[in-house]
């Protein structure tokens, strides 16, 4: 069964920093990526590792943020400095995997399993 937990999220000053953490059971995939949803906006892909370890990232966050994981590949991480009040919402890592059709698309994948979320809170 695939699983997905994310964690590190919390309440930071603007110009602040928080690393993103998700533990998961995906084995195989075709991309890895961390999404986040502020209330009463749509769901944006933030940043996105594929298989081959390429990555990328939305304008929003590029040059602040990095998404990594450990030679595993069981974590992927999202490390987020320079914090700014606009970058406040639940956060989720989710999986683009050849055996399930997505629900969200992003980066020219589609994702099919997601994590239950973390907040992440900026305050000016």
């Known amino acids: 069964q695939v699983q997905l937990v994310e964690s590190g999220g919390g309440s930071v000053q603007a110009g602040g920093s928080l690393r993103l953490s998700c533990a998961h059971s995906v084995w195989t995939y075709k991309a890895m990526a961390w999404f986040r949803q502020a209330p009463g906006k749509e769901r944006e892909g933030v940043a996105v590792?594929?298989?081959?370890?390429?990555?990328n990232y939305a304008d929003s966050v590029l040059a602040r943020f990095t998404i990594s994981q450990d030679n595993a590949k069981n974590n992927l991480y999202l490390q987020m400095n320079n914090l700014k009040p606009e970058d406040t919402a639940m956060y989720y890592c989710a999986a683009a995997v050849t055996w399930r059709h997505g629900t969200w698309q992003a980066f020219g994948y589609d994702f099919g399993y997601w994590g239950q979320g973390t907040q992440v809170t900026v305050s000016s």
């Open positions: 590792i594929k298989n081959d370890s390429n990555v």
